[in-house]
């Protein structure tokens, strides 16, 4: 029994690409007299690509599809049906189906997944924090910063999504990178749906990181400790000399005031000597 085979992975394509739908016919059949149904049942018409009475019949065929579709005919005779669609874009995206009439109505279904891709642009902020934007992503890409040795840098916060009318992504994400060696990051895009990866490495230059705050808090510390040392150690010395001096002008009071005293002491004590040494009158 002849089968209509195809992929059972999806067909990825970049928009823009020219891609293959595989479809052929197993054991070796040729199909050269067969009718060879290419479609999309989401779209309406659903009619990608018609080959019947040996030749191309795209009266019916969807606008969308108008001259990027065509089947290999020189291998259509070796059970070829594989179509070949070009210039791929973005509502390309979907379910095909090929599908044998003749064969039992044998079809088989192709997943095709369209992706576009863009450049990275790098776009700085004040201090740390670093940004990146792209544009015209589709599927929607996941983006991260790595540093020199592969490890994921934390995200500054959710990344900013929008989507334009052809439905492609624009994204900007937000990191704040710490100060290294050499200051070197790699800001990296994936597509997992496409199977797609771009890389770019970034040199953040030392002059847009900040002054280590806990360096400044250190040299002020050791500045304000200095000083206080300083002023107690002369405040120290003033008030020693201080008192020095005051016990020095207490102690020279103290022996001016004794000295009219002490004389005072000494005109009594002779005083009272020669009044001792004078006869009373009851000894006359």
């Not at 492609?168 to 990866?197: A, G, L």
């Not at 890389?199 to 360096?215: A, G, L, W």
Request: aromatic share 6%; hydrophobic share 35%.
């Amino acid at each position: 029994t002849v089968q209509v085979a195809g992929s059972a992975e999806p067909i990825v394509a970049l928009v823009g690409d020219d891609v293959i739908l595989p479809c052929t016919l197993r054991p070796t059949f040729s199909a050269v007299y067969q009718t060879v149904e290419w479609q999309r049942p989401d779209l309406k018409p659903k009619e990608v690509h018609l080959y019947r009475d040996e030749k191309d019949d795209l009266a019916l065929q969807n606008p969308s599809f108008r001259g990027r579709t065509s089947l290999f005919k020189e291998e259509l005779v070796e059970g070829n049906a594989s179509l070949k669609l070009t210039r791929v874009e973005l509502s390309d995206a979907g379910n095909y189906t090929c599908f044998i009439p003749l064969l039992d109505h044998q079809k088989t279904t192709i997943q095709v997944i369209v992706g576009e891709s863009t450049h990275l642009p790098t776009t700085q902020s004040p201090l740390r924090d670093r940004s990146h934007e792209i544009k015209g992503c589709y599927p929607e890409p996941v983006m991260e910063w790595c540093d020199v040795h592969g490890r994921v840098l934390p995200a500054a916060g959710p990344p900013e999504t929008s989507r334009d009318r052809e439905g492609c992504y624009t994204v900007t994400s937000h990191v704040n990178v710490p100060k290294t060696d050499n200051n070197t990051f790699t800001c990296r895009v994936q597509q997992p749906e496409i199977k797609h990866m771009k890389e770019r490495r970034v040199h953040i230059p030392d002059q847009m990181f900040p002054k280590q705050c806990q360096s400044l808090w250190l040299t002020g510390l050791v500045a304000a400790g200095v000083t206080t040392l300083v002023g107690v150690g002369g405040l120290y010395l003033l008030i020693r000399k201080g008192i020095l001096t005051i016990s020095m002008e207490k102690r020279a009071l103290d022996v001016s005031n004794a000295e009219p005293l002490m004389k005072k002491n000494k005109e009594t004590t002779k005083n009272e000597e020669d009044e001792a040494s004078e006869p009373s009158l009851s000894e006359v």
